[in-house]
C-alpha cells in the first residue's frame, strides 16, 4: 500500500472509531460542557474564533500575493530563493485550509446535523441534509476542521513541536463544545479530516519538491537547509 493511502485509512479508520466512540456520550458531554463554570465559558467564547477559516485563507492568500511580488522585484538570487521560499510557504496553508474548508462544507449540506442550540425539539442525532442551513449544519465542525489544517500543517513543517500543535488545535475543538456550538463527534472529525487534508497536501508538495522531501520511508518531511535550494 502506498503511503498516501496507508494514511488515508489511519486517518479514516480513527475518525471512523472515535465518532462512534463518542456519538453515544455526544448529549451528555455537550450538556455538561455548556454547564462549566462562567470564567470556563467565556474564555471559550474568546479563543473559539481562532479557528475560523476565513482569516487563514485570507492571511495565507496575501501572503502569497507578497511573496509573489517580492519574487519578481528582487533581483539578487539569495532573496528570490527567500521570497520563492515564502511563496511555497504560504501556498502550503492556503490549500490546506482553503481545501479543508471546501470539503467541510460539502459535508456539512450533505449530512445536515442539527447543532446543539436545537437540541430540545430535534435531539442530537437529527439529520436533515441539503438544507443551506446553519442551524443544520453540525456534523462535521468547520472550526475544528480548519483548526485540525492549520496547526497540522504546522506540525508537518516543524515535527518536533507536533505535541504543541496538536494540543492548540484540541483547544481549539474544545471550544466548540463548551460554546454550545457542536457535539463533541463533531469535533472529533473535524479535527482529524483537518489533519487529513494537511498530510494529503504535504504529500502533494513533497513530489514537487516544495518545502517538503519524501523520507526513506516515503513519507513527507520538512526540508532542511540546502535542500531548499531545489525548490522551484
Known sequence: MNQPLASTVWIFLTTTLLVLALIPFDPQLSQWAQHLPDEIVDFNRVITDIGSAAWMIYASALL?????????????????HKARSARNLSAYFLLTVGTASTLVHGLKFLIGRARPELFADYG???????????????????HSMA??????????????LRPVFLVLALVIGVSRVV???????????????????????AFLFARQGWLFRLDAGGWPAPKKGSSQQKDK
Open 64 to 80: 502569497l500575493l507578497l511573496a509573489f511580488i517580492a519574487r519578481r522585484a528582487a533581483r539578487h538570487e539569495t532573496l528570490r
Open 124 to 142: 442530537a442525532y437529527s439529520l436533515t441534509p441539503f438544507t443551506s442551513d446553519r442551524l443544520f449544519e453540525s456534523f462535521p465542525s468547520g
Open 147 to 160: 483548526a485540525g489544517a492549520f496547526f497540522g500543517a504546522f506540525a508537518m513543517l516543524m515535527p518536533q
Open 179 to 201: 460554546v454550545g456550538a457542536h457535539y463533541p463527534s463533531d469535533v472529533a472529525a473535524g479535527l482529524l479530516l483537518g489533519l487529513w487534508v494537511a498530510v494529503m497536501v
